[in-house]
């Protein structure tokens, strides 16, 4: 069934679809309408789900692993300012190996308060344990919502989807619907392991001595080192029975690129279009899209770009003090190539809080690699693209 | 009619093992023991960081023989709403969820999560064990510590400067269905609250003062005496407070001289006689607030 939905009501029908038991969560523009339509539909019953109405975000993450640890298929949503303050429940779910799913609306962190898009966000929680998937599309974020659930309960970790504020979550877009008995047959309900369960008591959490703490978060890592397999068994099938696949990243026009971007979240819908433009002019331009950040897909991306002479990667987020965060982790997974396979990697700040990265923003930064050429010394430090003199 | 025995009132089935890891005459370990009693095995504990983290044993033992989820200092109710929604979800409206915390995680970092699960009325037994401080982390204070008491952060030079939280007062503004204060020193009280407690659905709460020999520089083998001078002194009166509104006195109470109470204690033995008056006042004065209250609920 094809529909328009704006990309916060598709997280909510991917929710719906997968047949979440517990929801807890706090409102937080620009997410709201994820639980809004997840409240109406738990209200008409289309979800028997139990909603808890929590009074922080902090609890929200709270309410979630202590369902999670009950063996229930268990959601939640959040932005910016919500994110960071489940900051600490965060590590919670990971380390206590807790299939939560999150959706966040990448939305800039304050102050000055901005419920406009960036990454920061969700970025500053990249080593909480949680795998995080960027979307580009609303098709995208239905889909990998429901992906998710079985992503996460194969691996034991949580996963967090994560969508661009307005441009994904306010915007209307055709999307095709699942049915629910091909969700159910793609997705069953969830059998944990192990849970809290009065017939077989257990004690989650405990107090862990140096002499067994370090396996815990080894276990946790090789979970991860897992997750890259299963993410392309989950993505295999769902292809199979749905017709779409994303993997953990996608290239477009690679083949022959001298140049290609790399970037993640809406940025890419219009970094195809410069790509197409590129392209049409018989310009040899790229582009990787960087769908899952955690766990880094660096063989992935050590493959698509070993030998591409240039790489610009467009960062919505910034280190302070460091740099581009896509940049850098790409810079330390390609760092190894032998020198004659390893692209110049330019970074450029783009888009923080919200302002628009257009056709010629990313054509600037396209510009600036290309000016520089591929044997000019390695850049000293990201070009911040679109600021103001 | 003779008084049944304490033995026949409280079920032998232990549910909390010998080898804990609490300290000697630690009333947090007995409160736990005596809760668990009275609610059974078909429990679930949601356990934020407090004393009890580490009684519970380190991984991968246990000295409960109930499921144990040990969760973040501030969401000890929060996250016993999520265990209990999922219990539900799945078809068990049986199995108690106990929220077990200190007066730290509840009266101070926890007052959040916990307000937000009373104001829904979760379904959830939220228990706090107050030995009031922080004896976890060392006797600092916390906002159930009472007015004059030394701690590590309040020293005796400058100790404890405001009176303790009315924290049974806060959570009966909720309007919850059943909320009182107990004392491990009556344990026939105490089991009989956790019974009433255990029939009830919604948002409970039990206050139970646990004496502290290292934090109230006590002796080991004095927790049961000070825990009823507490109560017989009426510095920690036992209540019970139904709907938010209905409060009763669950026993008579001497009015013992709270300097008895008081004297035996190296927390406040820096205190003045002027000092031990005071909080004699302090003490007359909220029992008589709690006269009020109980006298006026006789109405209702």
């Not at chain 1, 991306?301 to 910034?318: E, M, S």
């Not at chain 1, 990697?345 to 919200?354: A, E, S, W």
């Amino acid at each position: 069934m094809k529909k328009v939905v704006m990309g916060n009501h598709a997280v909510s029908w991917g929710v719906m679809l997968a047949r979440a038991e517990v929801i807890a969560a706090y409102p937080i523009t620009p997410q709201t309408q994820v639980v809004e339509e997840l409240a109406k539909m738990c209200g008409d019953g289309r979800l028997a789900a139990r909603f808890i109405k929590v009074e922080s975000e902090h609890s929200a993450m709270a309410a979630c692993i202590g369902a999670s640890a009950a063996g229930t298929r268990t959601f939640t949503a959040t932005s910016a300012q919500g994110l960071l303050l489940m900051h600490e429940v965060l590590h919670w779910a990971a380390g206590g190996r807790l299939p939560v799913v999150l959706a966040d609306i990448n939305r800039a962190v304050a102050p000055g308060w901005s419920i406009w898009t960036d990454q920061n966000d969700t970025l500053s929680q990249r080593d909480t344990g949680w795998i995080q998937l960027y979307c580009e599309t609303n098709q995208e974020v239905l889909d990998s919502t429901i992906q998710a659930f079985k992503l996460a309960e194969t691996v034991n970790l949580p996963v967090m989807i994560v969508l661009d504020a307005f441009f994904l979550s306010h915007t209307s877009e055709p999307v095709d619907i699942p049915d629910q008995a091909d969700v159910d047959a793609f997705l069953p309900r969830r059998e944990a392991q192990l849970k809290l369960d009065v017939d077989d008591p257990h004690t989650f959490g405990a107090l862990a001595t140096p002499a067994v703490y370090m396996e815990m978060r080894l276990r946790q890592q090789e979970a991860m080192d897992e997750a890259h397999e299963v993410l392309r068994r989950v993505d295999e099938e769902w292809h199979q029975r749905f017709g779409r696949r994303y993997g953990a990243i996608e290239g477009y026009h690679t083949e022959g690129a001298e140049i290609v971007l790399v970037t993640s979240g809406t940025v890419t819908s219009t970094a195809r279009h410069v790509v197409n433009e590129c392209r049409a002019r018989g310009e040899k331009v790229g582009l990787v899209k960087v769908r899952m950040f955690r766990p880094f897909p660096t063989a992935l991306l050590r493959q698509q770009l070993a030998g591409v002479p240039q790489v610009a990667v467009l960062d919505r987020n910034i280190s302070p003090g460091r740099s581009g965060i896509f940049a850098e982790e790409l810079r330390a997974a390609l760092y190894d190539l032998p020198s004659e396979k390893r692209p110049r990697i330019d970074g450029y700040i783009v888009g923080l809080g919200g302002r628009d990265v257009t056709p010629a923003v990313i054509e600037e930064c396209l510009n600036r690699t290309r000016v520089a050429g591929p044997q000019s010394a390695p850049q000293r430090e990201d070009v911040w693209v679109g600021v103001k003199a | 009619m003779s008084q049944p025995l304490i033995k026949d009132l409280i079920p032998r089935e232990e549910l909390l093992d010998s080898g804990h890891l609490a300290c000697p005459g630690c009333g947090g370990a007995l409160a736990m023991r005596l809760v668990l009693k009275g609610l059974g095995e078909k429990t679930v504990v949601s356990l934020p960081a407090c004393c009890w983290t580490i009684i519970a044993g380190p991984w991968p033992q246990s000295s409960l023989h109930v499921p144990l989820f040990h969760t973040a200092f501030e969401t000890a109710a929060s996250t016993a709403a999520g265990i209990k929604a999922a219990l539900s979800v799945r078809g068990d409206d049986d199995t108690t969820v106990l929220a077990w915390a200190g007066d730290g995680g509840t009266f101070d970092i926890g007052i959040q999560a916990l307000s937000g699960a009373a104001e829904r009325n979760d379904d959830i037994l939220y228990c706090c064990y107050d030995n009031e401080a922080y004896m976890n982390t060392g006797i600092q204070r916390s906002s159930a510590t009472p007015w004059g008491a030394w701690t590590t952060t309040t020293p005796a030079g400058q100790p404890k400067s405001h009176p303790k939280k009315d924290l049974l007062a806060i959570l009966a503004a909720h309007g919850i269905p059943y909320g009182a204060t107990a004392c491990v020193a009556y344990p026939a009280d105490l089991m009989a609250k956790v019974r009433k407690a255990k029939t009830i659905r919604g948002t409970r709460f039990l206050q139970i003062l646990a004496p502290c020999p290292p934090g109230w520089k006590t002796a080991d083998d004095e927790t049961i005496e000070l825990g009823r001078l507490a109560v017989q002194s009426r510095v920690f009166p036992l209540l019970e407070v139904e709907d938010g509104e209905r409060w009763r006195f669950s026993m008579e109470h001497a009015g013992t001289p709270v300097k008895d109470y008081i004297r035996r204690q190296g927390r406040f033995r820096h205190l003045t006689e002027e000092d031990v008056e005071r909080i004699q006042k302090q003490v007359d004065a909220r029992w008589k607030t709690l006269e009020r209250r109980v006298q006026a609920s006789a109405d209702l």
